[in-house]
């Protein structure tokens, strides 16, 4: 006669229905808790209620989880489709692409400022993060209707990825509630590029503070 089982017995943990969200949202929230370096991903599995099985699925590695990051807000950006030079300069068209794009990571700001700091520290693994940053700016310059292919192409990337990389020094700390010093910081960047904006050929809805607007400080 077959025995019943015993109720109580170990039980697998249910995939969360996003399981790629949920482990975003759970590894920026650890980071912003306790820095980047020294987490682990077992205590990001357990956060995200998945078991190492669907956390490898998801996620094999923490530069994972910050490529599936960065893909997301990539997404997110060119859901609103690409600008073309009806829409004003270059200039204002990457204002406008770049600001989307802070916006878009506005929610893990405090985890995202942890990860940068840890990888200041370890310049290797801030190297290996450096070509899925480049492919995300071309893509931004591709929504801002502007050519990201060729050498040309490359000289771009370059250019606004020094651009972007300033700005979000600002953006990191930035206590304005519509990212004011972002914007003024932003634009002062690529106003000094001007002289570079016949090459990009290429203004967003959003409206670029003028020369007049405050300029951000400096954030070291």
């Known amino acids: 006669m077959a025995t019943a089982k015993k109720p109580g017995g170990t039980r697998r943990k249910s995939k969360p229905r996003d399981p790629e969200k949920?482990?975003?949202?759970?590894?920026?929230k650890l980071a912003a808790e306790k820095g980047w370096a020294n987490l682990s991903l077992a205590e990001i599995g357990e956060a995200a209620g998945l078991d190492f099985k669907d956390l490898f699925a998801v996620a094999p590695s923490k530069s994972a989880i910050l490529e599936a990051l960065?893909?997301?807000?990539?997404?997110?950006?060119?859901?609103?489709?690409?600008?073309?030079?009806?829409?004003?300069?270059?200039?204002?068209?990457?204002?406008?692409?770049?600001?989307?794009?802070f916006d878009a990571l506005l929610p893990y700001r405090e985890g995202l400022g942890e990860v940068i700091y840890d990888l200041r520290r370890h310049p290797l693994e801030a190297l290996m993060e450096g070509p899925g940053l480049r492919r995300s700016l071309a893509w931004m310059l591709e929504?801002?209707?502007?050519?990201?292919?060729?050498i040309k192409g490359l000289l771009r990337v370059k250019a606004l990825s020094a651009i972007y990389l300033m700005s979000l020094r600002v953006w990191l700390k930035d206590d304005t509630a519509d990212l004011s010093k972002t914007m003024a910081a932003l634009d002062g960047y690529l106003r000094r590029l001007e002289?570079?904006?016949?090459?990009?050929?290429?203004?967003?809805?959003?409206?670029?503070?003028?020369?007049?607007?405050?300029?951000?400080?400096?954030?070291?």
């Open 22 to 28: 949920k482990v975003i949202d759970a590894a920026m």
């Open 70 to 101: 960065s893909r997301r807000v990539d997404a997110e950006v060119l859901s609103e489709g690409p600008l073309d030079a009806g829409d004003g300069s270059a200039r204002d068209r990457l204002f406008d692409v770049l600001m989307r794009r």
């Open 143 to 150: 929504a801002a209707g502007i050519d990201s292919s060729g």
């Open 195 to 220: 002289p570079w904006a016949e090459r990009f050929e290429g203004a967003g809805s959003r409206h670029a503070p003028s020369s007049h607007d405050e300029t951000a400080k400096d954030v070291s």
